[in-house]
């Protein structure tokens, strides 16, 4: 479907940075850590889809979802899009509030 949507170069980004079955998340972060620019920020507007309705995941999802946002996305965000971070960024920092999470979350 993202082939058929938006060509084959953006479909082998998406393929590239989907997480395969059985890989380690800490290999799978390491992948996007050092994937071609236009990779993250394909990425990182996943990351912003998610973060934008992560309140449906269980409390403990959200709270990694959150950590693994500010640990590997956000200084990625922060060398490539300033609007992908100021976005993604307040919406890490709305979960946080809403769960009470001030101080906690590093």
Known sequence: ????????????????????????????????????????L????????????VEQLKISSQVRYVEESKRYYLPIAEKISQNLYTSISGLVDNVIKRLGLEGLVA
């Open 42 to 53: 394909i990425k990182l507007a996943d990351v912003e889809n998610n973060m934008s309705t």
């Open 1 to 40: 479907e993202v082939f058929e949507k938006f060509g084959p170069e953006v479909g082998y980004y998406v393929m590239y940075m989907t997480r395969e079955d059985g890989m380690w998340r800490d290999t799978y972060l390491d992948r996007i850590a050092q994937a071609d620019p236009k990779m993250q």
